[in-house]
């Protein structure tokens, strides 16, 4: 069975067609843009208006890619640990293979309050309480 597992190849710099829609002034502003020579067409404002926005937004993506990765082995939460996550605005997407354990002074609002999803390959030890408060973010 593995001799017809093929390995894909990297996409590379293909690029991928997307529709948006702007408003009329916006893309007024744009055709002058490109008009003043600013840039090629549209194509390449937009292009560039992507590139700068997803520079200045590379630290939250960075934050991001780390906290959807999945751990392997036991991983624990403290009510300290989802207190600071709640402090800092953010939400979890916890991914684990082996073990999850939720601290059993975690109270339902903080969990709720806390973690978007859960996903466990394994086993995920918390109370009762808090599985069933989660039931809905549990996959």
Do not use: C
């Not at 996903?119 to 995920?124: E, F, P, R, S």
């Amino acid at each position: 069975m593995a001799d017809n597992i093929r390995r894909l190849p990297d996409k590379g710099s293909e690029s991928e067609k997307v529709t948006i829609n702007l408003g009329y002034v916006d893309l007024g502003r744009i055709d002058l843009l490109v008009q003043e020579g600013f840039y090629s067409n549209r194509s390449d404002f937009i292009r560039t208006a992507v590139r700068n926005q997803l520079g200045i937004e590379g630290e939250a993506v960075k934050q991001s890619i780390v906290r959807h990765t999945l751990e392997l082995g036991l991983r624990n939460y403290s009510r300290a640990d989802l207190e600071s996550v709640k402090a800092a605005g953010e939400r979890l997407h916890i991914k684990v293979v082996g073990l999850a354990r939720i601290a059993p002074d975690v109270t339902p609002d903080l969990a709720l309050a806390t973690i978007e999803s859960i996903t466990v390959l394994g086993a995920l030890q918390a109370s009762a309480e808090l599985k069933s408060a989660l039931a809905d973010r549990i996959r």
